[in-house]
């Protein structure tokens, strides 16, 4: 008999993928609770060493989840943390999930499936999915909200049990198989492979949240955006939601070579941070961050004519107070991150005096995700991945993200057998143009490993 794997790569019909039986197991990048420890003293802590991949079974579905086939996924820093066990294992999430008692129970085991972004085709409907069905091709929301909450109906990342899919839950997309909440589902970009559709939900979502999204800061055309980190997952896709919009994006990297790539991305101005002399591992005191700062205005008012509306922050500690000092007047930072640390410190007197504004924002609620992927439909936000592993080799594409020696997203093909599957529409594919699509992929820091 014809497995569902062999079905689902073999582009079988939907009718022929519901007589096959479902999947018990699946093949997945996962860490386990009895590694927690490995790591304790240790400086370097290299998830080659914890992001085992194996087989794990896979749960029975509740009725409102969709057992999914994925066909790609990707890298996100989430999965670096709970391969780092830091700054708290992740397995501390799945038992405070699991007390809430009735299917939350599942999740807690002794293993965890990480990913929180994923494509791929619906191959099992739980009993009271509806809008869906068998042979969806789909990407996956890692908003995983509780929709019994009262909160969830006014934002759904207001829910106070809202959750990270992957990273606060068990069964992610590093994986053949994963289990999604059919309130994560969004339509697949017909005219995008497997692997160009399964980077873009986490990051641009957030960045889509953060810059166009009515609870963050609204951009408008003309106003000149700070990116920090802009040749990465994040800031990649903020350059051009900046770009989209009208606005003015100023993105900062660190090489040469990023700021290359970021030009591609349509990036109007462009820092390298030596240019400004900040270096994001040295300690940072109130005098460095005036200096820091008073430079990088300087050249961003040169650069493009203005101080910044808006920041960009996602790199905490070692910017953050220097995105308080620079943004203008009136201005606006906006966070979803600290991957330099959560510790922030920044002078509060040019904060409260010049009456700006600092919001927080974490993933995107489904509608946002939504308007975000019919950017992608119709072409006016390209995927910016630049490299590519095999599931097997997931722990490789982890630590490219844990060293930062990558640009843009880092894709995994899981069940996909190659790159270049999953197109249903190629004249709109031709139509953009295979180049626009792909403007950073292969000229990463790594060489391609799919």
């Not at 399964?198 to 055309?221: P, S």
């Not at 894709?411 to 950073?440: K, M, S, Y």
Request: aromatic fraction near 6%.
């Amino acid at each position: 008999m014809t497995t569902m794997s062999e079905a689902v790569i073999g582009g079988a019909p939907p009718e022929e993928l519901a007589r096959i039986p479902l999947p018990t197991r699946t093949t997945a990048a996962h860490v386990r609770a009895e590694d927690v420890d490995m790591f304790r003293g240790v400086a370097d802590k290299d998830v080659r060493k914890s992001l085992r991949i194996g087989t794990v079974p896979l749960p029975e579905l509740a009725p409102d989840e969709v057992l999914l086939a994925v066909m790609a996924s990707s890298i996100n820093y989430n999965t670096v943390w709970s391969a780092m066990f830091e700054p708290v294992p992740t397995f501390r999430f799945l038992e405070q999930f699991a007390r809430q008692g009735g299917w939350a129970v599942r999740h807690d085991q002794p293993y965890q499936v990480v990913g929180s972004d994923g494509a791929g085709v619906v191959v099992g409907l739980g009993s009271g999915v509806r809008g869906w069905k068998i042979g969806d091709h789909v990407v996956v929301s890692p908003a995983y909200v509780d929709d019994q909450d009262p909160a969830t109906h006014a934002d759904g990342m207001m829910g106070a049990d809202q959750r990270a899919w992957g990273f606060e839950t068990n069964w992610g997309g590093l994986a053949t198989y994963s289990v999604v909440r059919a309130s994560q589902l969004i339509r697949k970009p017909a005219h995008l492979t497997w692997e160009e559709a399964a980077c873009n939900t986490l990051c641009a979502g957030t960045a889509y949240r953060m810059l166009v999204g009515d609870r963050g800061a609204r951009i408008k055309q003309g106003d000149v955006v700070l990116i920090w980190g802009a040749a990465g997952g994040l800031g990649g896709y903020a350059v051009q939601l900046v770009k989209n919009g009208g606005g003015i994006p100023v993105g900062v990297v660190g090489s040469p070579e990023k700021a290359e790539l970021l030009r591609r991305l349509g990036c109007d101005v462009v820092v390298l941070r030596e240019e400004i002399g900040l270096d994001t591992h040295e300690e940072t005191t109130p005098e460095r961050v005036i200096e820091v700062g008073k430079r990088l205005g300087k050249l961003i008012r040169a650069r493009a004519g203005d101080d910044p509306h808006v920041v960009f922050e996602h790199v905490g500690q070692a910017t953050f107070g220097i995105s308080v000092f620079v943004v203008r007047r009136g201005g606006v930072v906006v966070t979803c991150g600290s991957s330099t640390g959560y510790q922030h410190a920044f002078d509060n007197r040019y904060l409260w005096m010049r009456l700006k504004r600092v919001i927080g924002s974490h993933v995107a609620n489904l509608q946002e995700q939504w308007e975000c992927n019919r950017l992608f439909e119709l072409g006016r936000i390209v995927p910016t991945m630049s490299d590519l592993f095999s599931l097997s080799d997931a722990a490789e594409a982890a630590r490219l993200v844990q060293t930062n020696r990558h640009t843009g997203k880092v894709g995994v093909l899981c069940l996909a057998p190659e790159p270049g599957h999953g197109v249903t529409d190629q004249q709109l594919r031709n139509r953009i143009g295979v180049d626009r699509l792909n403007p950073l992929f292969g000229l990463g820091s790594s060489a391609r490993k799919a």
